[in-house]
């Protein structure tokens, strides 16, 4: 079972980089229930690189939702992240519900189809970012901080939606909301082919804003949140600067920040709370 957790500790250390760094700052008998979930969360994330076509990707997901619903557990064994997770759940008493949503919610990734409106947008954010950072303030504190979670982790998600704009764009998903294009008059045809305007950067900007609202609705519910929780709430510290970094950038150019000020970002929020809505 230790070799299961080792495992989703090297996971998340190579493919979440940031919820690694925040993991460190929680006790260390949570630490691998923390690993167990972010491992878990990353193997979803990458289902649609790993499996490149959608019928690979749902029957991936698919797997996934059997193991949560406590079948599959002969094939469940040999995974170490699912037994980790199988373990975290009993011992934390995740929500099967939470679990199950986000799975679903990572069906959208597999398609080609754009996100229609920002109320879509805000929805797929909730059961996957904001989902997990409620799980795993479950996980480190024995309850689920979702006042603060919902919005922090929408917020969350958006900038990295915008970040990894380009990336999407290449393999043609569209994150950028239709209604919000077409309020700006942006053709989505432009950005596939790597156009950016005047228009796009006026939706981007209105997406950063956006974004802004849900950090600044989490900000009070963030200093009322339990102090064991925080280590799962450290991550929604690099919001606030990758936005204003975002300002400064063209849409199809996102400028992310460097991997030391991210640690650093993650090491003031964990010695000061306040720091984590900005």
Same mark, same amino acid.
């Given at each position: 079972?230790?070799?299961?957790?080792?495992?989703?500790?090297?996971?998340?250390? /190579?493919?979440?980089?940031?919820?690694?760094?925040?993991?460190?700052?929680?006790?260390?008998?949570?630490?691998?229930?923390?690993?167990?979930?972010?491992?878990?969360?990353?193997?979803?994330? &990458?289902?649609?690189?790993?499996?490149?076509?959608?019928?690979? %990707?749902?029957?991936?997901?698919?797997?996934?939702?059997?193991?949560?619903?406590?079948?599959?557990?002969?094939?469940?064994?040999?995974?170490?992240?699912?037994?980790?997770?199988?373990? /975290?759940?009993?011992?934390? =008493?995740?929500?099967?519900?939470?679990? &199950?949503?986000?799975?679903?919610?990572?069906?959208?990734?597999?398609?080609?189809?754009?996100?229609?409106?920002?109320?879509?947008?805000?929805?797929?954010?909730?059961?996957?970012?904001?989902?997990?950072?409620?799980?795993?303030?479950?996980?480190?504190?024995?309850?689920?901080?979702?006042?603060?979670?919902?919005?922090? =982790?929408?917020?969350?998600?958006?900038?990295?939606?915008?970040?990894?704009?380009?990336?999407?764009?290449?393999?043609?998903?569209?994150?950028?909301?239709?209604?919000?294009?077409?309020?700006?008059?942006?053709?989505?045809?432009?950005?596939?082919?790597?156009?950016?305007?005047?228009?796009?950067? =006026?939706?981007?900007?209105?997406?950063?804003?956006?974004?802004?609202?849900?950090?600044?609705?989490?900000?009070?519910?963030?200093? %009322?949140?339990?102090?064991?929780?925080?280590?799962?709430?450290?991550?929604?510290?690099?919001?606030?600067?990758?936005?204003?970094?975002?300002?400064?950038?063209?849409?199809?150019?996102?400028?992310?920040?460097?991997?030391?000020?991210?640690?650093?970002?993650?090491?003031?929020?964990?010695?000061?709370?306040?720091?984590?809505?900005?």
């Amino acid at each position: 079972m230790q070799d299961a957790f080792a495992y989703c500790g090297e996971l998340v250390r /190579t493919a979440d980089r940031d919820r690694y760094i925040a993991s460190l700052f929680a006790p260390v008998e949570v630490r691998g229930a923390l690993h167990a979930l972010y491992a878990f969360n990353a193997e979803l994330a &990458r289902v649609r690189d790993v499996a490149r076509e959608a019928l690979p %990707g749902e029957i991936r997901l698919q797997w996934w939702a059997d193991v949560i619903d406590g079948e599959r557990r002969d094939e469940a064994k040999a995974s170490p992240v699912a037994t980790a997770l199988l373990a /975290t759940i009993e011992r934390h =008493g995740l929500s099967i519900v939470a679990l &199950r949503d986000l799975i679903e919610a990572r069906r959208f990734d597999l398609y080609q189809e754009p996100v229609a409106s920002i109320a879509d947008l805000e929805s797929y954010a909730r059961k996957t970012s904001s989902a997990i950072l409620s799980l795993g303030s479950r996980i480190v504190a024995a309850t689920e901080a979702t006042d603060a979670a919902e919005p922090a =982790g929408v917020a969350y998600a958006m900038v990295g939606l915008l970040s990894a704009l380009p990336t999407h764009l290449a393999r043609g998903q569209l994150y950028l909301p239709v209604e919000l294009l077409e309020r700006h008059l942006v053709q989505p045809h432009d950005l596939f082919a790597g156009r950016s305007s005047a228009g796009l950067e =006026g939706a981007v900007a209105e997406l950063r804003a956006n974004a802004r609202l849900h950090l600044a609705a989490a900000s009070p519910h963030l200093s %009322g949140v339990l102090q064991a929780a925080i280590p799962a709430l450290l991550p929604v510290a690099l919001v606030r600067p990758a936005l204003d970094r975002l300002d400064r950038s063209g849409a199809l150019t996102p400028a992310g920040l460097p991997s030391w000020r991210r640690q650093l970002l993650i090491w003031r929020a964990a010695r000061n709370p306040t720091r984590i809505a900005g």
